[in-house]
């Protein structure tokens, strides 16, 4: 993304942005006013791609911090996992001097993403006509729980309330004991987290072409739903409809990893030329063509509790080692159960680099996953690390000129707070 029509000069070394020194967003500045997942994650996309991000933090910091085991208060693996290329600056927007700071940053910034809900911005006076005002080229982004024009607009919004009100948990409940239940990840915050920064790189491209800022809202509800709709809108897509929706595949109760002698495996006979491959090697070669169910793919959806439950017996007859052999010969899709810990083991994560070690400058040595997406054209370079509440709190508003007795002011207003020696 280059930066002509008046976009923010990339920075130099002695801007004090530390900017990645290469990516496809390389020479965007994004000012990172969200906390927890969601919007973190967005914004860590950005960072992936190049960006420059600094995350203003509220005093006592992004919540997240508090998460999971530790080396140091406020450095939990879900931050440090959500948070890698940013720097840090503590803002406590609620004060007017952190507000006009927060708004003397947007200024200088291609980007500004929050995950408060509209209206709060609007009372922080940092709402989009506040920020337009002093940066009409700005994307402002916004991510939270629900579009503005219904009834939800105000409600406030987490992971788990997203995956109750699009269907998820209730699809739990249709493939298990009846009792709706979550995914054990943060699904939703993640998903509609790459959803915004698809979405604010195609606002990016759009300024690129045209020279116009503009305001790009992402909600959770209306973001996620296509995602679980898309598979399971089923005979409601109908109107009217033709059945209750759903996929039967993935609601089959036989959808699963399977048990060999050994252990379990993931395997997915899916196609006519997999099920031919698969029934000719157990001695079966005329099945496909003799028995109607395997006839093709749709009479195997209809009768796919059936199936699956013929896959699930003949599968509990070989090990998990034997069965991986079988499956690879034949080039039908098939891959192990794997634990946590056995991932660093993987050796396809092992020849690709897949698991980087970084010597972290307060938490030491740390393994992070690699960024899955590569550009041929625009590689990008080292990553920062994630970063200590506030740690670069002085040299981010010094890059945004701000004088030396200006952030001594900030900081006895209780603005924002200053690095404290280790």
């Given amino acids: 993304m280059s930066t002509s029509m008046n976009s923010p000069s990339p920075p130099t070394p002695e801007d004090g942005i530390a900017q990645p020194a290469a990516g496809p967003l390389a020479g965007i500045r994004v000012l990172d006013l969200t906390t927890t997942l969601m919007g973190p994650y967005a914004t860590q996309t950005l ?59 947007a200024a200088q910034s291609d980007v500004l993403v929050y995950s408060l809900r509209p209206h709060t911005m609007d009372k922080l006076g940092l709402g989009y006509d506040a920020v337009a005002r002093v940066n009409p080229r700005i994307i402002y982004a916004g991510v939270y729980g629900f579009g503005q024009d219904g009834p939800y607009a105000a409600l406030p919004a987490y992971d788990d309330l997203m995956q109750g009100a699009t269907g998820v948990a209730a699809l739990n409940a249709r493939i298990g004991d009846g009792t709706p239940r979550y ?81 379990w495996i993931c395997a997915m006979v899916y196609t006519d030329k997999h099920w031919r491959s698969f029934c000719a090697g157990l001695g079966m070669p005329d099945l496909v063509a003799t028995d109607p169910r395997f006839a093709n793919h749709g009479a195997r959806i209809a009768h796919i509790d059936e199936i699956l439950d ?59 996953p690699a960024i899955g997406p590569r550009w041929s054209a625009s590689a990008t370079g080292e990553r920062l690390p994630a970063p200590r509440l506030g740690a670069d709190g002085a040299t981010v508003l010094q890059a945004a000129g701000f004088t030396e007795e200006e952030i001594a002011r900030l900081a006895a207003s ?9």
């Fill in 414 to 422: 209780g603005a924002t707070r200053l690095p404290q020696a280790r």
């Fill in 47 to 105: 960072a992936d791609m190049g960006a420059a991000v600094v995350k203003v933090e509220p005093p006592e910091g992004d919540i997240v911090r508090h998460i999971g085991p530790s080396r140091h208060a406020g450095m939990g693996p879900i931050f440090l996992n959500t948070n890698r290329g940013k720097q840090s600056l503590v803002l406590d927007l609620k004060k007017p001097e952190g507000r006009d700071a927060a708004l003397r940053l």
């Fill in 183 to 263: 995914v054990p990840l943060g699904l939703v915050d993640r998903i509609v987290g790459l959803a915004a920064s698809g979405a604010i790189s195609a606002a990016l491209l759009h300024r690129e072409r045209t020279g116009q800022g503009q305001r790009v809202d992402v909600p959770m509800f209306e973001t996620m739903l296509p995602f679980v709709l898309g598979d399971h809108l089923g005979g409601l897509t109908f109107d009217p409809p033709i059945d209750a929706g759903g996929y039967a595949r993935m609601l089959s109760p036989g959808r699963r990893p399977y048990r060999t002698r050994d252990g």
């Fill in 310 to 368: 013929m896959i699930a017996g003949t599968m509990a007859k070989r090990s998990t080692a034997e069965w991986m052999a079988f499956f690879q010969e034949a080039d039908i899709p098939a891959m192990p159960v794997n634990e946590l810990a056995a991932l660093f083991d993987d050796p396809h994560l092992r020849a690709t680099g897949f698991f980087e070690v970084e010597d972290h400058p307060s938490e030491g040595r740390l393994n992070r």
